[in-house]
Every structure is written in C-alpha cells, then in structure tokens.
C-alpha cells in the first residue's frame, strides 16, 4: 500500500512518477524497496490518470466500495489487486473466527446457566 501512497503523493506534487522518484520517496518513508515492485507499479501506471481515478472512487458510495466499487474506479493497479485480495482473506479468516468464538461463548453461558 505505500507504494500505491508514494504515488498518489508524487501525483499530489506533481512529480513525474518513476522508479528513482517512487523509490526516494518510499526510502524518505523508512520503506524497504524492493525494486520489482516498484518497476511494476510504473508500468502499470503508465497509462492511468490518476486524479481522473481518484474522482471516480471518491463518487463511489462507502458501501459501493466493499461491494466492488473498485471495479467502477477501472484504474486499479497490479500492487492494489494483490493488497486487495490479501486483505479479503484476512478479514474472511478473522470472521471465520469471530464466528468460532461466538459459538464457543453461547455454549459456555449455556453450560453455566443450562
């Protein structure tokens, strides 16, 4: 995610985005750069204009957003997709076992008041 940020700041600045500027300010962050992630994000943000895909996630609604509101966005890079799906299936494995322990309670205050 703090490359896709690293980006979005060099757009704010209006800095070209490259890999030495990407990588200056992801090391300016304290940042470990691994350098095919950041040739990767260049590349896929070549031909994506980037306030243009900012406007269009800002019109999205926040439950638009979680339901595939990205999909509406269309710029998307290969970085986020990846960030995306790792953050799907963390949150689907912390449900998993929210919903294990909310059995495991249910079955305690039934042993204790049974």
């Given at each position: 995610?703090?490359?896709?940020?690293?980006?979005?700041?060099?757009?704010?600045?209006?800095?070209?985005?490259?890999?030495?500027?990407?990588?200056?300010?992801?090391?300016?962050?304290?940042?470990?750069?691994?350098?095919?992630?950041?040739?990767?994000?260049?590349?896929?943000?070549e031909?994506?204009?980037?306030?243009?895909?900012?406007?269009e996630?800002?019109?999205?609604?926040?439950?638009?957003?979680?339901?595939?509101?990205?999909?509406?966005?269309?710029?998307?890079?290969?970085?986020?997709?990846?960030?995306?799906?790792?953050?799907?299936?963390?949150?689907?494995e912390?449900?998993?076992?929210?919903?294990?322990?909310?059995?495991?309670?249910?079955?305690?205050?039934?042993?204790?008041?049974?």
């Amino acid at each position: 995610m703090e490359y896709v940020y690293s980006a979005l700041i060099l757009n704010e600045s209006d800095a070209e985005i490259n890999e030495q500027n990407l990588t200056d300010v992801l090391e300016a962050a304290g940042v470990s750069v691994e350098q095919s992630r950041v040739k990767a994000l260049v590349a896929a943000l070549e031909d994506v204009d980037i306030d243009e895909a900012v406007d269009e996630a800002a019109a999205v609604p926040a439950g638009g957003a979680a339901t595939g509101g990205a999909a509406a966005g269309g710029a998307e890079t290969v970085e986020e997709d990846d960030d995306d799906e790792e953050v799907e299936e963390e949150e689907a494995e912390e449900e998993d076992d929210d919903d294990d322990d909310d059995d495991d309670a249910g079955e305690g205050l039934g042993e204790l008041f049974g």
